[in-house]
Nanobody, 117 residues
């Protein structure tokens, strides 16, 4: 049974950094076949796609970001370890949310990020 488990969230001051991790297991195909996504949802707001990453057989993975995090967040993956990461820097209070990892229609349970002084 496929599963995603996020970790790495916490409380951080504005301007700080955090790295989120997503551990995947139980996928039927080689993990590199799956585009991976990080979403977030703040209280009272819709879930938002933050970043996505697609493995490439001919070079670096392709990545994309929502404009509000470009230059501050970096998504990466280690297909051998079946891990996806979200490095977040220069965090702002508006980055506070529950962060979720997604593959196909499968979601993890989320990890909370709170940016506050």
């Amino acid at each position: 049974q496929a599963r995603l488990v996020e970790s790495g969230g916490g409380l951080v001051q504005p301007g700080g950094s955090l790295t989120l991790s997503c551990a995947a297991s139980g996928f039927s195909l080689d993990f590199s076949h799956y585009p991976m996504y990080w979403f977030r949802q703040a209280p009272g707001k819709e879930r938002e796609l933050v970043a996505d990453i697609r493995s490439s057989s001919v070079g670096e993975s392709r990545t994309d970001y929502v404009s509000s995090v470009k230059g501050r967040f970096t998504i990466s993956r280690d297909d051998a370890k079946k891990m996806v990461y979200l490095q977040m820097s220069d965090l702002k209070p508006e980055d506070s949310a529950m962060y979720y990892c997604r593959a196909l229609q499968l979601w993890g349970q989320g990890t909370q990020v709170t940016v506050s002084s």
